[in-house]
């Protein structure tokens, strides 16, 4: 039998957001890898070998899921959210392109998934019904001079802008300097969302305006949205509605 990878999203953490796609792909696997907390999200069964393994090491896990579905087993590589966004995908093609001749001939197919500022902006509303865009807050495959050159012209450009990564222990001062840069940029009290754990029990979500935000607002599960100049916030009881108009004027 000839083997296959899927590179799939499991999306941002409940199973009732899991694509029928990949509940399939996952059904057909003789093997999955991942990062440990993703790999313990696939529920274990006879036939279906589990790796979970450490961050950071994604070339590696690229490179033991390329071997095995050339060796003919059936590989799925999971991710949370959507695989293709700031995830696995990205670091199987790179190794792909590095690796042996044979490897471009394998069946490989992403299975996208709900990523997790797709599943954020649904619980605060529509903030990103309008242009928006996405930066990785982490400087670990990138230098910070590129994130803050980015911020600057996203808010110059007056994007709604999407957060993955906005703070970890290990770099804490990263999102402070975020939202000082922000403030600087902005002057005005545009909305912030900070959602936490989205889909899962744990889901906390927050609205702030923008000079309220504070560093500690955000760790490593939490998706941090900032409005455009014009996102608005519906009061009512309960949750705040926060959306972005779809046009704006000349
Ligand atoms: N491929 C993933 C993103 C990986 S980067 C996706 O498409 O969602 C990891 C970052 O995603 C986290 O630091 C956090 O900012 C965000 N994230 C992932 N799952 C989340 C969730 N359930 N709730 C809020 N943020 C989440």
Redesign the pocket.
């Known amino acids: 039998m000839s083997g296959w990878l899927v590179i799939a999203?499991l999306g941002?953490?409940a199973d009732h957001l899991v694509t029928p796609e990949v509940t399939q792909a996952l059904a057909q696997a003789t093997d999955v890898i991942g990062y440990i907390p993703y790999v313990a999200r696939v529920a274990a069964r006879d036939g279906l070998r589990l790796h979970p393994s450490d961050n950071r090491v994604e070339l590696d896990r690229s490179r033991h899921a390329l071997e095995l579905a050339a060796a003919g087993a059936r590989v799925v590589v999971v991710?949370?959210?959507?695989?293709g966004?700031?995830?696995m995908a990205a670091a199987v093609f790179e190794a792909v392109e590095a690796g042996p001749p044979e490897w471009r001939a394998l069946d490989i197919r992403v299975a996208p998934?709900i990523?997790?500022?797709l599943?954020?902006a649904a619980q605060a509303g529509a903030p990103l019904g309008h242009d928006f865009c996405a930066i990785?807050l982490s400087d670990n495959l990138k230098p910070w001079a590129l994130i803050e050159k980015r911020l600057r012209l996203a808010v110059e450009a007056d994007f709604a802008m999407a957060?993955?990564?906005?703070r970890s222990k290990s770099r804490p001062e990263g999102f402070e300097k975020t939202l000082r840069i922000l403030n600087d940029a902005c002057g005005d009290a545009r909305p912030v969302i900070f959602?936490?754990?989205?889909?899962?029990p744990d889901q906390h979500i927050r609205v702030v305006a923008l000079p309220d935000a504070t560093p500690d607002m955000a760790d490593?599960?939490?998706?941090v949205i900032v409005g455009a100049s014009n996102t608005r916030i519906i009061a009512r009881d309960g949750a705040p509605i926060v959306y972005t108009p779809r046009s704006v004027g000349a």
Do not use: I, K, L, Q
């Open positions: 999203g941002p953490g991710s949370s959210g959507d695989p966004v700031f995830a998934g990523t997790a500022m599943a954020a990785n957060f993955y990564n906005p959602a936490r754990a989205v889909s899962t490593m599960r939490t998706m």
